[in-house]
């Protein structure tokens, strides 16, 4: 082929080439996101008061505390109607509690998570997938805390200030990074009625109150019928022995006091 035919083709195909791409219609931008602003901590409605600062130890099973303090706990919610129906007892006696959110069901019901921070209660990291963490890589166990803190966050705005592993099972090297790195402080518990193996209301009730001094952490499950069933008897009684329910983290804050 002469060369003046090869340069007249080549130009043909510039041509072309030009004007299909000037015939194509400009991309619409991408719509931005409308991204939550981060929470401030003077913004948060939890306990302890805004600003308030207090030591977050890397680990707690109950605290030390001069006052008789008590911290009622609940993991592995939110459930439908057995959160719900405890949050509405919760309200009616004046009591705050903690919440251990499967990253998995805080997907599901937002609107319960929502609930639970503007009626003061605190909701705690409980991983996404209700997994052992000790048998986790780290990587595997940073995208399940991860996975878990953003849930929460797209839900209610508030970042988790405590996690609480599944089955209790965590290495202390573990605990050391997660604290390091998340910030959190890993809450275990002090008293374990073991109600989900369901011995009961009574038997719940007991175990719980009978476990009960200042400075306490009590582990239950909002998942369960008969805990919910058990949890009024629980706060009459020890409310009836002087003991006041606070947040995890109001507990800390008692004990850097
Ligand atoms: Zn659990």
């Known amino acids: 082929m002469p060369r003046s035919t090869l340069v007249l083709l080549a130009c043909t195909a510039a041509v072309f080439t030009a004007g299909c791409a000037r015939k194509q219609k400009p991309e619409p931008a991408p719509q931005r996101q409308q991204q939550p602003a ?18 977050r130890p890397v680990s707690l099973s109950s605290a030390r505390v001069s006052r008789p303090l008590i911290a009622l706990t609940y993991d592995d919610g939110p459930h439908p109607t057995n959160t719900p129906r405890l949050l509405n007892i919760l309200r009616q006696r004046g009591v705050k509690a903690t919440f251990y959110v499967v990253g998995t069901n805080a997907r599901r019901y937002p ?133 006041q329910f606070v947040t995890v983290s109001a507990l800390l804050a008692a004990q850097s006091q």
């Open 111 to 243: 609107g319960i998570l929502r609930r639970m921070i503007n009626e003061g209660h605190e909701i705690g990291n409980h991983t996404i997938t209700h997994g052992n963490l000790k048998k986790m890589s780290n990587a595997k166990v940073r995208q399940e805390l991860r996975g878990c803190e953003q849930a929460i966050m797209a839900a209610t705005g508030f970042k988790p200030r405590t996690m609480r592993p599944p089955y209790g099972a965590i290495s202390p090297a573990q605990k050391s990074w997660i604290r390091q790195e998340f910030g959190y402080t890993t809450t275990l518990w002090s008293v374990d009625p073991r109600d989900w193996q369901k011995p009961g209301v009574s038997i719940v009730t007991r175990r719980l109150v009978s476990g009960a001094k200042p400075g306490a952490v009590l582990l239950a499950h909002d998942i369960h019928k008969p805990t919910i069933d058990a949890t009024p008897g629980v706060i009459s009684q020890l409310q009836a022995r002087g003991f």
């Open 38 to 55: 981060p929470p401030q901590f003077s913004q948060l409605p939890s306990i302890p008061p805004p600003g308030m600062k207090y030591h």
